[in-house]
């Protein structure tokens, strides 16, 4: 079967599925605090998501990750890993993976590892309790550090993912870095990023440039660059130091779509090809109208691929947030 290839010449390997909006936290950075979630009658069903996913794995994609809101909180969506877990078994996906705001992981860790994930990131922005609760709103750091202690015992290898955030993380670096190192984990940061209405927050004053974080680290440690190549958005450099790799997801001060082989499809079946673009295509009407003709769904995929643009346009060089998009990251799925 002829593999999905976009007008860039750039093979889609790589598929992150939101299975909800949802979210037991109300990051500032993500959402407002008082979120309008979607009626539950507009989201897939999880045999729908299964359907869904498994026409991406015969299309192609080796790589599938599960995203949100927190997908943790949709209910029985162990179910659809587990689901996942046969595609695992043919060798047709290479990898099975999380994002996760840790608060569940408690509960799950042991079940998602027999359901075949091996790895998980955990968004995490700061090691100081109250911050936490400030940064989250609804969240409880003890409950996610609970949750990552789980993960580990599972079996699973754990990613911290940092947003950068001026005047809030800064003091945290070496601390963050250290911390992560003391527990084996690899660590990426990333830049804010404009999407969505998050009410009274400010773009600007959030954004904290990983040029500079980067410079900080470099004044403390010896930074390596390596030439890892996940097919993602991140770069990578290691501590001398601590041996740990450092990554840094940089939209903004670093346009990285060249070598993008992503998309991503949102929890009531709209497929974004570009995470900062608004062009969308809809997969949920060709899929519930071809419940037995998967080449009418396949179809529809391969017609979407072929929007996907050159890059995005996010910007903040001019003091303004020039590409903003409208929709919720906790929408789209990180």
């Avoid at 993500?30 to 991406?56: G, V």
């Avoid at 290898?157 to 070496?174: P, S, Y």
């Amino acid at each position: 079967m002829a593999q999905l290839v976009d007008p860039f010449e750039r093979r889609i390997r790589y598929l992150r599925v939101s299975v909800t909006d949802r979210c037991d936290f109300r990051c500032v950075y993500c959402m407002s605090e008082n979120m309008t979630f979607l009626p539950k009658k507009d989201l897939l069903t999880l045999e729908e998501l299964d359907r869904l996913s498994s026409a991406f794995v015969r299309l192609g994609v080796e790589k599938l990750r599960i995203t949100g809101g927190e997908p943790l909180v949709r209910r029985d969506i162990l179910t659809y890993f587990r689901a996942m877990g046969r595609h695992l078994e043919t060798g047709a996906l290479k990898e099975l993976t999380l994002t996760t705001n840790g608060s569940q992981l408690s509960r799950f860790a042991t079940d998602l590892y027999e359901a075949g994930v091996r790895r998980v990131n955990v968004s995490l922005d700061t090691l100081d309790e109250a911050k936490f609760a400030q940064i989250t709103r609804w969240g409880r750091l003890p409950q996610v550090l609970k949750g990552i202690d789980a993960a580990q015992a599972a079996g699973l290898k754990v990613k911290i993912n940092t947003v950068a955030l001026k005047g809030f993380n800064e003091d945290e670096l070496f601390r963050l870095v250290e911390w992560c190192a003391s527990r084996d984990m690899d660590l990426t940061f990333i830049e804010v990023m404009p999407m969505g209405d998050i009410g009274n927050e400010d773009r600007l004053d959030q954004y904290w440039p990983l040029s500079d974080l980067r410079r900080r680290l470099a004044s403390h440690y010896v930074v390596t660059d390596l030439p890892d190549d996940t097919g993602g958005p991140a770069r990578y450099v290691r501590l001398e130091e601590t041996g740990q790799r450092i990554g840094f997801i940089t939209p903004l001060t670093h346009n990285f779509c060249e070598s993008c082989n992503r998309v991503r499809v949102t929890c009531t079946g709209e497929i974004y090809t570009c995470l900062g673009q608004e062009g969308h295509s809809d997969l949920r009407a060709p899929l519930r109208a071809s419940v037995d003709d998967d080449a009418h769904l396949e179809d529809a995929i391969r017609a979407a691929i072929a929007l996907k643009p050159k890059g995005h346009d996010f910007d903040y060089s001019r003091q303004s947030v020039e590409g903003r998009v409208s929709r919720h990251m906790s929408h789209t799925g990180g």
